[in-house]
């Protein structure tokens, strides 16, 4: 089976910077992709790494390890707006869907 | 552009009735996928149309489940004899390709009374 693994809650600083981790467990793996979702909003699209290493978007990194079954989103700079609930998810090795994570809270405090 | 659009945006229904979800998905993308988000949870994958078939309905929970994309663009989700477990918010993405990045709607939020 596939499964992941992120914190459920997260509370960081304005203007900090925070890591949100997320480990997997798959039989099959085409990539890890990163999600942001406002309560009450659509998941939407952060980041996408297919292979080893760091991507850079902005103030959002994301990070991944198929050594360690382990990657992470680093968000930069902190804002207010930055609240919001941020999934991973694989895509495993039948077709194109996505098997999300329980998601993260991401909580920033003035 | 525009992006994917889902109606109704709301339906409130009682246990048993039949309801039926509508995705209108961005212009041009081959691949469309329904997925379910109970609250506090992450999106769980329901199917996933290639054009006009269903490439894998692996998540329907049972055959009171069924979507039809027919003419490979807007796609509908039914669901029969609803219960209250049924009652999440109805997800649709879509991509371009079935490996490409999938951009979701803002969801059909459907409580069963």
């Known amino acids: 089976g596939q499964s992941l693994e992120q914190p459920s809650e997260v509370t960081a600083v304005e203007g900090a910077i925070v890591q949100i981790n997320c480990t997997y467990q798959?039989?099959?793996?085409?990539?890890l992709s990163w999600y942001q979702q406002h309560d009450g909003g659509a998941p939407t699209f952060l980041s996408y790494?297919?292979?080893?290493g760091l991507e850079e978007t902005g103030r959002f990194s994301s990070f991944l390890s198929r050594s360690d079954s382990y990657g992470y989103l680093l968000l930069q700079e902190l804002q207010m707006k930055d609240s919001a609930s941020y999934f991973c998810?694989?895509?495993?090795?039948?077709?194109?869907?996505?098997?999300f994570g329980q998601g993260t809270e991401l909580s920033v405090k003035p | 552009g525009a992006g994917v659009s889902q109606t109704p945006s709301n339906k409130v229904t009682e246990k048993g009735k039949y309801v039926e979800l509508r995705c209108d998905p961005i212009s041009g993308h081959t691949a469309l996928y329904w997925y379910r988000q109970s609250l506090g949870q992450g999106p769980e994958f329901l199917i996933y149309?290639?054009?006009?078939?269903?490439?894998?309905d692996s998540g329907l929970p049972n055959d009171r489940f069924f979507a039809v994309r027919p003419e490979g663009s807007v796609s509908t989700l039914k669901i029969q004899r609803t219960e209250r477990g049924d009652s999440a918010v109805y997800l649709c993405?879509?991509?371009?390709?079935?490996?490409?990045?999938?951009?979701f709607g803002p969801g059909t939020r459907l409580l069963v009374l």
């Open positions: 149309f290639q054009g006009t078939g269903a490439a894998d």
């Open positions: 993405a879509s991509s371009s390709l079935p490996e490409e990045t999938q951009y």
């Open positions: 998810a694989i895509r495993g090795n039948q077709g194109g869907k996505l098997i």
């Open positions: 798959t039989s099959g793996f085409y990539g």
């Open positions: 790494n297919a292979l080893d």
